[in-house]
């Protein structure tokens, strides 16, 4: 706590020292959605005072880019209070991932559809909440200088969980921008042997020109994470009265202690283009017209502080006293007529009339006050329709080359094991002597692609634009080695062997973005060289929006044919317990997935159709050995399977929101059937509920007071493989174990002030003497918790 508490204060420190960007015309490019100032407030009335009185324009603009072709998105910040309790937890948003239970824990969603594939390191896949891949990331555009402070907490010092995390971003003009970002969680555990500490740094900049455009990325993390291998004893949880004495949870014992998984990584990103086209005039969008009419306000009155300063100086330098009540009241009525005024009746007395060549009486206007004052405002503040046009540079053609850099180190440390509870014992380290343990490996990649892309739109025949790339990927790979044992000794560890790889695909894309009825994505990926020669990827999208009895109808359909040559370490992996050389097939999975939305009813409908051939999965094998009331691990031994016989899965996902007054009930309900659950084990059936009602106190305050629940059916979870960090199907029909049929509430009220977001909760409310809560095989949920939260946005 002492330490997220230096931290907050050095973030406000620096908050306070950041310099105004006054740069406030950068704004035709659409950049930067201005909303948020005051154009009607008054800037100061002297020198003295002006910068008390300065208005900071509020806007921030994000998007996510495509990894491999730099394409933005434009993205949604998160500043809503609904759902923001939920943010929280590792479990998800609505409750759709198992997990160990603590905050920072391994987790892995239950929803199959919504699943990330397997990554080359999949030691870190159970992290991905923590690791934001480039494709995701939110870069940024702002109107001023902005900082996010974010912090919850529940428990106390022996067993609660704490997350903060600080976010700043500034622009340097309308193109350039850049920020960073600081994340960091501690979640100390309620039960014993399962606290999680994670890091995470990432600093980022963009520039966005007419021709050039960049994005850069880095950042640097740290996992670490206790492992207990979970509870001896279900029952502990489910059945506490079988016991003689009652436990606290952090009194109920573990499979192990003194273990650790450590994953350090860094990661680089580099994306940039030059396009090549042509400049049009297009009308500015409304907030950029806004923004305009600010800037030059802006100007106007900086410029005027600094006449009233000079006349200031020039009344000093001769020697008289500056009446500023004169000054303003004479300036005020030469300040010519408001930008809403119009000249009514005849022109005045003394314009001078002239009779043109028809006979006419002309008006010269130029005589009138009006006009005088008229022709010495400069001509691009003038009301005229050229005013809110602007320049837009259409691209035709563009270069991009993209730039990725991943290192990864994972070390699985164990100062103490249990007696049998490994099956296999490879080789003895001195650096890890008796039953301590010291499994390291190392890897990264560095991968580049190249792309020429014609885009759409530069003209109405350019109806979609069309994409062709070719990337190249170099890998290397550190196992342990082993000397082979002679007749008087076994294997002993010999340092570390090194691997090489290489792949070289190409492919291409073929697009339409633009238009507000049709848009498609279809994207083809061959590997043509290397190590994952014969890979191939065939992805496509297509969304249709169209009018439906005043609603709106959203239909969009999403396939793809991926043929994957599972990872390195799927293939080879050595560690002191588990070891295996294989030679694994390529895994082959098609999906069909529709979607229909409707606005009005608040109604979306998800219907996948997935097939799956050589499914490569993790098995797990054990015994669970009584030992008086407590059952200990023995014999745990983890392989690669692969299924050769198709597997199929469907999946139906309905989400239906309702709203009646203040009253709000939201729900996500998804049906799932695997044709062959001892190898893909899923819920048939998940479920999120959320019961609220939201109104607002004295117009600035919104309040959300509810309950939420997720629940879902009973089945045999993958468990939990501490020696891998990875999950495995449970193999041994002696000790599996199900998971479900429990449902979880929370109880919570959500507020937001202004810029402020924060909350209240009692998680897991319905937590009593006994349950089955687990989200995973013999890890228990925590039990009743108060939680609070904080998210407070700062504009320099």
């Known amino acids: 706590m002492r330490r997220i508490s230096l931290l907050i ?16 015309q950068a704004v035709d490019d659409g950049t930067f959605a201005a909303e948020g100032y005051q154009n009607n407030r008054r800037l100061g009335r002297s020198d003295s005072v002006q910068s008390q009185h300065k208005i900071v324009p509020r806007g921030l603009k994000v ?26 937890f590792t479990t998800g948003l609505r409750g759709e991932y198992n997990s160990l239970g603590n905050l920072g824990s391994p987790r892995e969603n239950r929803i199959f559809i919504d699943r990330e594939d397997a990554s080359e390191f999949f030691f870190l896949d159970p992290y991905g909440y923590a690791i934001t891949q480039p494709g995701d990331f939110h870069f940024t555009s702002s109107l001023s200088p902005i900082t996010n402070l974010s912090y919850n907490t529940a428990g106390n010092r022996t067993n ?27 979640g100390r555990g309620y039960y014993s042997n399962q606290s999680a500490s994670h890091l995470d740094y990432s600093m980022w900049g963009s520039y966005l020109g007419e021709r050039y455009q960049a994005h850069l990325l880095f950042s640097l993390n740290h996992q670490k994470v206790a492992e207990g291998g979970g509870i001896t004893n279900d029952a502990y949880i489910t059945h506490p009265e079988t016991f003689n004495e009652s436990f606290t949870e952090e009194e109920i014992p573990t499979q192990l202690t003194k273990n650790w998984n450590r994953n350090d990584n860094q990661h680089a990103f580099f994306n940039h283009r030059y396009s090549l086209g042509f400049f049009r005039k297009v009308p500015m969008t409304k907030e950029e017209i806004e923004a305009r009419k600010f800037a030059l306000k802006s100007k106007q009155a900086q410029q005027a502080e600094k006449a009233k300063e000079k006349a200031r100086r020039q009344s000093q330098k001769d020697g008289e006293e500056f009446d500023e009540e004169a000054y303003d009241r004479n300036h005020a009525a030469n300040s010519g007529r408001p930008d809403d005024a119009k000249i009514v009746g005849d022109a005045p007395a003394s314009a001078s009339k002239k009779q043109d060549g028809g006979g006419r009486i002309t008006v010269d206007l130029q005589d009138s006050v009006q006009m005088k004052q008229l022709a010495e405002i400069p001509a691009v503040v003038k009301d005229t329709a050229d005013q809110w046009m602007k320049e837009e540079y259409v691209p035709v053609t563009s270069f991009i080359h993209t730039m990725r850099f991943d290192n990864y180190r994972r070390i699985y440390q164990a100062y103490a094991t249990p007696d049998n509870y490994y099956k296999n014992d490879y080789y003895t380290s001195p650096d890890a002597p008796g039953d301590s343990i010291y499994d390291r490996t190392r890897h990264w990649s560095f991968r580049n692609t190249f792309a020429v892309a014609l885009l759409e739109g530069f003209n109405k025949w350019a109806k979609a634009g069309l994409k062709a790339f070719a990337s190249y990927e170099l890998r290397h790979y550190e196992l342990p080695s082993v000397l082979a044992p002679t007749a008087s000794a076994a294997a002993m560890f010999d340092g ?22 049709l848009h498609y994505d279809l994207t083809g990926e061959v590997w043509v060289a290397g190590a994952n020669m014969g890979q191939l990827h065939l992805d496509g999208h297509a969304e249709l929006n169209f009018p439906l009895l005043g609603d709106t109808v959203q239909l969009a359909a999403t396939a793809f044919f991926h043929r994957d040559s599972p990872s390195f370490y799927m293939n080879t992996f050595r560690s002191r317990h588990f070891w295996w050389d294989n030679n694994t097939g390529f895994q082959t999975h098609t999906r069909l997935l529709g979607e229909f939305a409707l606005e009005k009813t608040r109604t979306r409908l998800r219907v996948g159709y997935d097939m799956i051939k050589n499914y490569t999965y993790f098995g797990l094998q054990n ?48 049906f799932q059937k695997s044709s062959e659950q001892e190898v893909l084990p899923l819920p048939a059936f998940n479920a999120y509920s959320n019961l609220f009602i939201r109104f607002r106190i004295a117009k600035v305050l919104d309040c959300d007071f509810g309950v939420d629940g997720r629940y879902f059916t009973k089945y045999y979870a993958p468990e939990y493989i501490p020696g891998i960090g990875a999950f495995g199907i449970q193999e041994t029909e002696a000790s599996r174990t199900e998971i479900g049929n429990y449902p979880l509430l929370n109880v919570y009220a959500n507020f937001k002030l202004q810029h402020t977001r924060f909350f209240v909760m009692y998680s897991h409310v319905n937590s009593g003497s006994s349950g089955d809560y687990f ?9 009743r918790i108060f939680r609070f939260g904080v998210s407070w946005n700062f504009f320099n």
């Open 63 to 88: 998007w996510t880019i495509d990894e491999r072709f730099g394409n933005r998105t434009e993205a949604t910040p998160d500043t809503l209070s609904e759902m923001y309790m939920n943010t929280i």
């Open 775 to 783: 989200f995973m095989p013999h890890y228990p949920l925590n039990q």
């Open 623 to 670: 015994d669970r050995v009584a030992n008086n009331d407590n059952y200990l691990v023995q014999n745990s031994e983890a392989n690669v399977r692969q299924h050769g016989s198709p597997i199929s899965l469907l999946t139906i996902q309905l989400q239906q929101d309702f709203r009646l007054g203040i009253l709000n009930w939201q729900n996500v309900l998804t």
């Open 496 to 517: 570390y062997q090194a691997w090489n790889q290489h792949d070289l695909s190409v492919g291409g894309q073929l697009l339409r973005t633009s238009g507000n009825t």
């Open 9 to 24: 204060a050095a973030m406000m420190a620096a908050c306070a020292v950041n310099a105004q960007i006054d740069d406030f």
């Open 160 to 186: 609660g969980e704490d997350h903060f995390k600080a976010l700043f971003a500034v622009n340097a003009g309308r193109k350039w921008g850049f920020g960073f970002k600081f994340d960091y969680l501690y």
